[in-house]
């Protein structure tokens, strides 16, 4: 006879999002594995290490939409990396920490489509090991303020009602007021956010495109609107906030679709708020580029030519990228956003 | 050819059937993709010579070049081809023509300035697997030949980049000169829908992409975009075809790019006065870098103190801005 947790099983693995979970062995008793496992009421596939699978063969990127799998398992090797020049504000460190491969979004300009050999999501639950080395890092910088960034590999907020972390790394701000970390997201998923007692150092950045923009090529995210009402509530309960404004795609409109935006952050008291807002016009490497090419012939990112700039990178040509990260920039500080809250993402200089 | 990258448009234009994974086959001309390296090319060529009766082997494909003399984009036949492992000559070399450029065959990627220095004596040109192809057909008795497009300075910077990059564009460019080779005529492929306009194979690419790019910014179907070129316009234009079909790709750039003009413009403004005093003002094409290079030509101490003082005048100020997107467009 089916106990109600086996129906809840049989029920919750009929609408699940994944087609198989993975679990490394070693991992796989732990109560955040179970826990996991109980959310998603799935059986799990046990592996020695995740990598036996995961990334051995190349699995096209938008096979994500019917066969995505999810793999449990700890991180080996480097938990934290140091974040390239013109990452975040300047003059202070900044590392991005990797708690997870890959994402359940799928932008059209999204790097990870040409990064791993695969769209399988790997969460990372090596957690402690993973703050131990923040904190190590906090440690060799004394004095100084140290940025950490979630988001690089994955979206920092979309998983978090699995995965249940971040209380953890809410609490190591709260033990190292110099260290600062920053939440990258296009997710409303807040419900385990708003459990949390809002902190200075513990800043909730959500990448932001225009409504019409967002729905073309931002595929699979909450719409615009629902971003912007998550900030709102965010700001309401007191959380610092910051923006960015990355990738810019050219359209012919595209002054007035960010005038748009910054009028609809206006109408929620956002602008002034934010912490910082960096602004990006958009990049690929080169193999990255191919496969945008490949996975969306159609999309708007390719109704402007783009050249090989002086760093290899796919972009378009160096006057016309100042031209829109300066018309944007002028939009925002006309629309409040303070002028040392701006920094220009990604590029040698404005 | 040794990849298939290279072989592609010769595998259209002569449509070509594939009959085994490196095999493609048509009436006059079967196309071998060799692999890389002289060992690979040797096995492969040797092996196809084996089953099969030919009258005539070319090897044809690109090369980079260990010469100074030479332009990228040139197709050159091939005199002598040597072989070289781990930058040692080796004894056997074969001929493909009397007159031509020698070529070496290496064993291995010549990937650095100094690698390719030590090469400069032995060929103008290096490639990966000539050497292996014409030993196959010296060794079955078959006439050969070898043909080499430049694709890079052996050794640079960015070579492999720049040679994927083009592989396209080499590709139809070697497809194009085998033709005429073959057959002793140019394939034209002039671009029956639109009469009055000769397209080449890679300006007809670029018209196909720019088409595309404009349908996408404008979110018009393909049809659409083309119901709204100024073909009729421009037919009564008194230009030859081929001009006819640049001033064509000239007003798509300008639609999808919404700077091209106004910059080309702009720049034409800031470069013109010194050029009609001989001054030339060479920027990249690109904007990428900020490099000016300034270039005149002097015969007298007179000649260059007038320069100098043109020069004086010379602020590249408004290239910088404009660089920079100071543009004031709306």
């Known amino acids: 006879m089916n106990s109600p947790l086996r129906l809840f099983r049989i029920f919750a693995a009929v609408i699940s999002m994944w087609n198989k979970i993975y679990v490394e062995e070693a991992i796989l008793n732990s109560p955040r594995v179970q826990n996991i496992l109980s959310k998603t009421g799935m059986v799990p596939l046990v592996l020695k290490t995740y990598d036996e699978i995961w990334g051995k063969s190349k699995k096209p990127y938008l096979h994500k939409r019917d066969s995505l799998n999810l793999f449990l398992a700890e991180k080996k090797g480097q938990l934290l990396k140091l974040a390239p020049d ?56 004394s004095g100084t303020r140290v940025w950490f960034h979630a988001g690089e590999f994955s979206d920092s907020l979309a998983l978090t009602h699995l995965t249940g972390e971040l209380a953890l790394y809410h609490d190591f701000c709260k033990k190292n007021p110099k260290a600062v970390i920053e939440l990258r997201t296009k997710s409303v998923n807040t419900k385990e956010l708003l459990e949390l007692e809002p902190l200075d150092n513990f800043i909730i950045s959500f990448s932001l495109s ?14 615009t609107k629902a971003r ?31 005038q748009e935006l910054l009028n609809q952050m206006n109408d929620s008291d956002l602008t002034k708020e934010l912490d910082y807002l960096s602004l990006g016009v958009v990049r690929f490497t080169k193999d990255v580029y191919r496969e945008v090419e490949r996975n969306y012939p159609d999309s708007v990112i390719h109704g402007t030519p783009m050249i090989k700039s002086f760093d290899n990178k796919v972009r378009y040509n160096h006057p016309m990228r100042m031209w829109m990260m300066n018309s944007v920039k002028e939009l925002a500080l006309a629309a409040g956003v303070k002028s040392d809250a701006i920094y220009l993402c990604m590029e040698e200089h404005a | 050819m ?23 086959e048509g009436e006059a001309l079967t196309c071998l993709i060799t692999g890389e390296g002289p060992f690979e090319a040797a096995t492969a060529t040797s092996a196809l010579l084996a089953q099969k009766t030919f009258t005539n082997v070319i090897n044809l494909g690109i090369a980079g070049s260990l010469s100074n003399d030479f332009q990228v984009g040139e197709i050159h036949p091939v005199r002598s081809i040597y072989l070289v492992i781990e930058g040692k000559p080796q004894f056997k070399s074969f001929k493909s023509f009397d007159q031509g450029l020698d070529c070496v065959t290496s064993f291995e990627r010549i990937l650095t300035p100094d690698k390719a220095r030590t090469l400069t004596g032995v060929a103008a040109l290096i490639d990966r697997e000539a050497w292996g192809v014409a030993m196959a057909a010296k060794k079955a008795a078959v006439n050969f030949s070898s043909y080499k497009l430049i694709s890079d300075q052996a050794g640079s910077l960015g070579a492999c980049e720049m040679v994927k990059d083009k592989a396209q564009e080499w590709s139809q460019k070697l497809a194009l000169f085998l033709a005429t080779k073959i057959t002793g005529n140019n394939i034209k492929q002039e671009v029956s829908e639109y009469p009055g306009f000769y ?61 091209k003009a106004r910059l080309q413009s702009e720049l034409l403004k800031w470069k013109t006065p010194f050029e009609k005093k001989g001054i030339t003002l060479n920027t990249d094409q690109t904007w990428e870098t900020p490099e000016v290079k300034v270039s005149f030509s002097i015969q007298t101490d007179e000649d260059l103190k007038k320069v100098i003082g043109e020069l004086n005048e010379l602020s590249l100020e408004a290239f910088q801005n404009l660089r920079s997107g100071h543009l004031n467009v709306e």
Do not use: W
């Open chain 1, 228 to 258: 912007l009402k998550t900030m709102s509530e965010l700001k309401k309960r007191g959380y610092k906030l910051a923006a960015h404004f990355d990738p810019i795609v050219y359209q012919d409109t595209f002054k007035s679709d960010y």
């Open chain 1, 210 to 223: 225009p409504q019409k923009v967002a729905k073309e090529i931002d595929l699979k995210t909450p719409s």
């Open chain 1, 86 to 141: 013109a990452y975040g504000t300047a003059g202070e460190p900044h590392y991005y920490f990797i708690h997870a491969y890959n994402c359940i979004y799928e932008c059209q300009y999204c790097y990870l489509q040409g990064y791993f050999n695969s769209p399988d999501i790997v969460l990372f639950i090596n957690h402690e090991e993973i703050l131990a080395e923040m904190q190590k890092t906090v440690d060799e910088n």
């Open chain 2, 199 to 259: 397209f080449t194979f890679t300006t007809r690419h670029q018209f196909d992409h720019l088409v595309k790019m404009l349908s996408i910014r404008e979110k018009k179907s393909i049809a659409e975009i083309l119901n709204e070129l100024p073909f009729e316009n421009l037919r009564e234009l008194k230009l030859s075809p081929k001009d006819r079909a640049r001033k064509l790709l000239s007003t798509l750039e300008d639609k999808v790019d919404p700077l």
């Open chain 2, 2 to 24: 040794a990849h298939l990258g290279e072989a592609q448009s010769v595998i259209e234009l002569f449509q070509l059937k594939r009959t085994t994974p490196h095999l493609f």
